[in-house]
């Protein structure tokens, strides 16, 4: 099973810390994780109910820029919207790079590996295509390509981490919405941004990914949200879908040492 990475690499673990309060849903990480990643293009079909043409996270778009329209105010801020109360939620979305990983768990041939960053990355060239990583995440993020059959998703720039460079997201975010470094660090500068956002009148805002006790040990890519998690479309309270195996494993065990018991002794009963 996946251990706790904050344990094994202390100081040594990075990570993203994305402020959704400040971004201005321009795609600029969209576009640089393509170019960087030479990431196929992935339709880029308007769905008429959106400015956001990517949808969501794919093998194919490993940031997501999500828009969502809201009838609300956004703090103290005045709406200018013919007097109608109006917020714009956007949010960047990526891979979480979970502490307890279930695509790593069951993975059957090391596609998918943990890094010396404490990162999740998968290796093209060694994955079968079976597919066990995309239903175990539990946020949806893993998807297989149609082109080669394999599995992608966000490596947080693993060849840009060695060099001593930050992900391509990061370095092109104008507002510095993306943020990354030192995990710890981001984790005590978004517990201060957050009494900042809710001093400045948005109550509903929170810290997504934070919690290091939550059901997948905390993630390596957490964010400050405006409002609840589901209107993110984010699951409200992710679990790692690995948790439950050992002791699946035990009672299947103990159900196959009984049925091996129970022949053995109807054997021995024909015999006798």
Known sequence: ??????????????????DTSICIGCKACEVACKEWN???EDGL????????NTGGLSADTWRHVAFIEQRRPLGHQEPGVGGIDFRWLMASDVCKHCTHAACLDVCPTGSLFR?????VVVQEDICNGCGYCVP?????VIGKRESSGTAAK???????????????????CPTDSIQFGNLEELRERATRRLEQVREAGVASARLYGHDTGDGVGG????FLLLDEPEVYGLPPDPVVTTRD????????????????????????????
């Open 1 to 18: 099973m996946a251990f706790d990475l904050d344990e094994k690499l202390g100081d040594g673990r990075v990570g993203f810390f994305t």
């Open 38 to 40: 030479a990431v196929p």
């Open 45 to 52: 079909t308007f769905t008429g109910m959106s400015y956001d």
């Open 115 to 119: 890094t010396e960053f404490g990162t």
């Open 136 to 140: 175990a995440c539990p946020f949806g």
């Open 154 to 172: 966000c490596t947080m720039c693993y060849d840009r981490l060695g060099a001593g460079e930050e992900p391509a997201c990061a370095k092109t």
């Open 219 to 222: 993630t390596g890519a957490f």
């Open 245 to 272: 195996l050992p002791s699946m494993w035990r009672h299947a065990g103990v159900a196959a040492l009984a049925l091996i018991a129970g022949v053995a002794a109807a054997a021995w009963r024909r015999r006798s």
